[in-house]
């Protein structure tokens, strides 16, 4: 598809931010939601629209484009429930929206179930076991109900500068209450800026494309290399108690595959592995540029 000129990113934050960027750096006109960092948007020299997905009201600010961005994630601190946000939220943005020529939409992972480290592409069935995965898996259906031709893209774990999972803990050398060998999927937030720009550009309408980097890793292994590149001590787990019912974070164990990113949407990566890409988000913090 041919995208249009005209972008609006509804859920402006850590991602929806690069994005725009992005746009606005090729000359777009782009307009981007938030609730309250207007000034901040328009010294981007992005235009802001002061909305909430759960504000009926507020959604008729909401422009006519060419082109939108869904990427809203849950404030927590909002008190409103992840159901709220996701499926009540996108079912009111849907009726508020003048329909775009495309629409992109930031999904997870978390809608796949497989539990014992299984390879997992777009075809695997989604049958999640945590209830987060379960709401994100209703939203897609309701977006797939009301605008068949959106583009889906199911984000593993993004990081980058500013967002290193467990940072902490591990610069205060606290052990890490999760079991080592299970698998983490990752994609840094520059890849997956730029993943969703060739998404606009190359993606059928009506695709589901999965956006991680391709390289699963070993959580024991991932937090020893961020805790060398933090000169902090070896990591430390507690492994839950099997005889228990895992907690939520411990159901999902799976290994996410990335061929239709790389090969129908012809995507390179800047950091073709973690690795790379933790290095280049330590040297980023310690510069000051996250």
Not at 48 to 74: F, H, Q, R
Not at 161 to 166: D, Q
Not at 183 to 201: P, R, T
């Amino acid at each position: 598809m041919t995208p249009g000129r005209d972008k609006l990113v509804i859920g402006c934050g850590y991602l929806g931010r690069r994005v725009a960027a992005l746009w606005r750096d090729q000359g777009r006109q782009v307009w981007a939601t938030t609730r309250k960092r207007a000034e901040g948007l328009r010294a981007a020299g992005i235009e802001p629209v002061i909305c909430d997905v759960l504000d009926l009201e507020s959604l008729k600010a909401l422009p006519a484009v060419n082109t939108v961005l869904y990427c809203i994630g849950l404030d927590r601190s909002a008190g409103a429930s992840m159901r709220d946000v996701y499926v009540g939220g996108l079912a009111n943005v849907l009726d508020h929206l003048p329909v775009p020529q495309q629409f992109l939409y930031v999904s997870s992972t978390s809608v796949y179930g497989q539990s014992a480290g299984e390879v997992v592409d777009e075809q695997s069935p989604t049958e999640p076991q945590e209830e987060s995965g379960r709401v994100v898996l209703e939203a897609e259906r309701l977006l797939r109900h009301r605008l068949p031709g959106a583009v889906i893209l199911r984000f593993a774990g993004i990081y980058g500068p500013g967002r290193l999972l467990r940072r902490q803990a591990i610069e205060k050398g606290e052990p890490i209450q999760a079991d080592p060998e299970r698998w983490l999927n990752l994609i840094h937030v520059d890849d997956g800026a730029a993943a969703i720009l060739a998404a606009e550009q190359v993606a059928p309408a009506g695709e589901t494309i999965n956006v991680c980097d391709g390289q699963p890793v070993r959580r024991r292994d991932f937090f020893a290399k961020l805790a060398h590149l933090l000169g902090a001590p070896e990591p430390r787990f507690l492994v839950p108690d099997l005889s228990l019912p895992p907690p939520p974070h411990e159901k999902a164990n799976r290994r996410i595959g990335n061929r239709k990113l790389r090969e129908d949407l012809h995507f390179t990566f800047r950091y073709p592995t973690w690795r790379e890409g933790l290095e280049k988000s330590i040297l980023a913090a310690r510069d000051g540029n996250e």
